[in-house]
Nanobody, 115 residues
């Protein structure tokens, strides 16, 4: 079955960096687009970044030029490098894939940006 497991969240000061990882299994990873979403308390879950099977990327305006999504197809991993973090980046970050007409989510990893 499809499984997505995020890691790498934590507490970081404003201006700092974190790298999130998502380990995927149960599907042919290299043929699917992968996505990172985030959800802050009391807010909707929003798309942050996407990467296609060909490596094309897209970002929400709020994170453009600060976040970078990448993938390692050999290791079934997708990453989100987050730089120049701001307090408003505080949220639970989720990895997601749409596989065989079903949207799958990881369990999420908490990112807190605070001094």
């Amino acid at each position: 079955q499809v499984q997505l497991v995020e890691s790498g969240g934590g507490l970081v000061q404003p201006g700092g960096s974190l790298r999130l990882s998502c380990a995927a299994s149960g599907f042919t990873f290299s043929t699917y687009s992968m996505h990172w979403y985030r959800q802050a308390p009391g807010k909707e879950r929003d798309l942050v970044a996407s990467i296609t099977s060909a490596g094309s990327t897209g970002y929400a305006d709020s994170v453009k030029d600060r976040f970078t999504i990448s993938r390692d197809d050999a290791k079934y991993l997708v990453y989100l490098q987050m730089n120049t973090l701001k307090p408003e980046d505080t949220a639970v970050y989720y990895c997601s894939a749409f596989v065989r007409r079903t949207r799958y989510w990881g369990q999420g990893t908490q990112v807190t940006v605070s001094s």
